[in-house]
């Protein structure tokens, strides 16, 4: 899998602060709750946005009984969405540091920590020993891994 040096070479990877500036501009404080509607312009890293995620649980009928894999999660957005429409648990595995450390942040601010565990990691090499989930989503993630990419989907299908 391309290292987190490699990625941060692509823009929308870089300055992950900038998050802070746009909540910052909503008139929200440096630390304090955010409402998760306002999160979602600018935490869905991948095309279509919500819309997409919509269809994901209309297809795939998620509900609160339901434990989602978000293999390589950015911000956190899809999980925090998920979580919030239909009240369904998912773990968010995201490579890097810097982008781990705002989704941790954005979920804890937004409510949503009981519902959404973050995890830092390469899904090319983390196990996830014990752990079972229903659904395994991999938005945008599998563009990212060239030539892991059968390793990350054998670590996902575990």
């Known amino acids: 899998m391309a290292d987190s040096n490699d990625i941060k070479a692509m823009k929308m990877y870089q300055h992950v602060d900038r998050v802070y500036n746009e909540l910052n501009a909503m008139g929200y404080k440096d630390d304090g709750p955010v409402k998760i509607e306002d999160l979602w312009t600018f935490d869905q890293w991948h095309l279509l946005g919500t819309p997409a995620l919509d269809i994901l649980i209309?297809?795939?009928k998620l509900n609160s009984t339901h434990d989602v894999?978000?293999?390589g999660s950015g911000l956190g957005?899809?999980?925090r969405y998920l979580a919030h429409?239909?009240?369904c648990?998912?773990?968010?595995?995201?490579?890097q540091p810097d982008v781990h450390a705002v989704a941790e942040t954005l979920t804890r601010r937004s409510g949503l920590a009981d519902h959404v565990e973050h995890a830092m990691g390469d899904m090319a090499e983390l196990k996830l020993v014990n752990r079972q989930f229903d659904v395994a989503i991999a938005i945008?993630?599998?563009?990212?891994?060239?030539l892991n990419r059968k390793?990350?989907?054998?670590?996902?299908?575990?």
Request: glycine letters at 8%; zero cysteines; a positive charge.
């Open 58 to 60: 209309k297809k795939l």
């Open 69 to 71: 894999l978000d293999a």
């Open 77 to 79: 957005g899809s999980s």
């Open 85 to 87: 429409k239909t009240g």
């Open 89 to 95: 648990r998912a773990l968010a595995v995201e490579m």
């Open 140 to 146: 945008m993630m599998l563009v990212h891994v060239g």
């Open 151 to 158: 390793k990350v989907i054998e670590n996902i299908a575990m």
